[in-house]
């Protein structure tokens, strides 16, 4: 009787052949939900949603760094990943997004409020703003959610980095 000896990566190699085919035949998929043919409107709207509120965001920074400009160095790289967050799912969508109405009780940074008003402006409404990506999250179509599930933790590590 003959022994084969088989190499560790020939073996794993075998087994992750096997794995993938198993997972094809099943109608998995190994990398990730599949791309919607096309975006159910109740998806596109809460996208829009989302991309909106990140410009709305980013308008809210760039009226702090005008008014506090030694705040600058701290608030652009904040502004800007909301600009992306808001791009990002304008690629998604095929289309450019425009800014969202303000929730209501939206408070805006005064001057007068100084630094720390106007940082704790912004952290409330970094906070308001990742709760309802996160509610956007869990309503959307699985292949969206990580993007907006991205976007609600950086909304959330946004708020920390303001305290």
Do not use: F, W
């Amino acid at each position: 009787m003959t022994v084969l000896q088989r190499s560790r990566r020939s073996v794993l190699a075998a087994g992750t052949v096997v794995l993938a085919a198993a997972g094809l035949a099943s109608g998995c998929s190994v990398l990730g939900p599949d791309e919607p043919e096309s975006i159910k409107p109740p998806d596109a709207d809460a996208l829009r949603a989302v991309a909106g509120e990140s410009l709305d965001l980013a308008a809210r920074y760039d009226d702090a760094i005008a008014k506090n400009s030694a705040e600058s160095a701290r608030l652009t790289p904040i502004r800007d990943a909301h600009r992306e967050h808001a791009a990002a799912i304008g690629r998604s969508l095929d289309t450019t997004v425009a800014p969202a109405a303000p929730p209501s009780g939206a408070a805006s940074p005064s001057a007068s409020a100084g630094t720390s008003g106007l940082l704790k402006t912004l952290q409330s409404a970094e906070r308001a703003a990742a709760e309802r990506a996160t509610t956007a999250c869990m309503a959307v179509a699985s292949y969206y959610a990580p993007l907006i599930g991205a976007i609600a933790a950086a909304r959330a590590s946004h708020a920390e980095a303001l305290s």
